[in-house]
T-cell receptor, first 116, second 112 residues
Framework: GAGVSQSPSNKVTEKGKDVELRCDPI?????LYWYRQSLGQGLEFLIY????????KSGLPSDRFSAERTGGSVSTLTIQRTQQEDSAVYLC??????????????FGPGTRLTVL | GNSVTQMEGPVTLSEEAFLTINCTYT??????LFWYVQYPGEGLQLLLK?????DKGSNKGFEATYRKETTSFHLEKGSVQVSDSAVYFC???????????FGSGTRLQVQP
């Protein structure tokens, strides 16, 4: 079946602009995660959605970052007033339910964001 | 809080050599442990996992055993191939924190 897809694959923007990154999880997966991968910080958790529960936003680095998940499927990560330190690869992952923290997370190919 | 520490790379080996990449963790309770691999130009994919103490995860000739007494999950392979060249990430999750906590990654380079 289809895996996790993300768009765009690459995004170049100017400092101060807003960007939106999209994630389509594997069909039927109720858990969805956003991470970012950067040279200086490695792989960092950003936000987690599980079904209709309130999202875990504990990893968001500032209030410029937000995410939503519509209809329990597609998710959008929005970064407002982008800064150069936001440059990274943004990864989305999904898993079937993950209530026990044991499920495998399946990762998308990522969106490479470059802020000039 | 949770943390994962893995050996720094790069690790450079000749083909058919034995591989060990060390991973230790700090976590409350009983986490699940994972090894993810990122091949050049590709996304992260699960290599193996173990969800309770003394479990052994295995895949593609790689193995790792969940050792609670030493809080470790070392990755091993008896005979590496050039195609194993990649970055390997150790990670954990559990019911209190389902998001993965990753180590810093270890780059493996296998030379023919």
């Amino acid at each position: 079946g289809a895996g996790v897809s993300q768009s765009p694959s690459n995004k170049v923007t100017e400092k101060g602009k807003d960007v939106e990154l999209r994630c389509d999880p594997i069909s039927g997966h109720t858990a969805l995660y956003w991470y970012r991968q950067s040279l200086g910080q490695g792989l960092e958790f950003l936000i987690y959605f599980q079904g209709n529960s309130a999202p875990d936003k504990s990893g968001l680095p500032s209030d410029r970052f937000s995410a939503e998940r519509t209809g329990g499927s597609v998710s959008t990560l929005t970064i407002q007033r982008t800064q150069q330190e936001d440059s990274a690869v943004y990864l989305c992952a999904s898993s079937p339910s993950d209530r026990a923290g044991t499920d495998t997370q399946y990762f998308g190919p990522g969106t490479r964001l470059t802020v000039l | 809080g949770n943390s994962v520490t893995q050996m720094e790379g790069p690790v450079t080996l000749s083909e058919e050599a034995f591989l060990t990449i060390n991973c230790t963790y700090t976590a409350t309770g009983y986490p699940s442990l994972f090894w993810y691999v990122q091949y050049p130009g590709e996304g992260l994919q699960l290599l193996l996992k173990a969800t309770k103490a003394d479990d052994k995860g295995s895949n593609k000739g790689f193995e790792a055993t969940y050792r609670k007494e030493t809080t470790s999950f070392h990755l091993e392979k008896g005979s590496v191939q050039v195609s194993d060249s990649a970055v390997y990430f150790c990670a954990l999750s559990h019911t209190g924190r389902r998001a993965l906590t990753f180590g810093s990654g270890t780059r493996l380079q296998v030379q023919p």
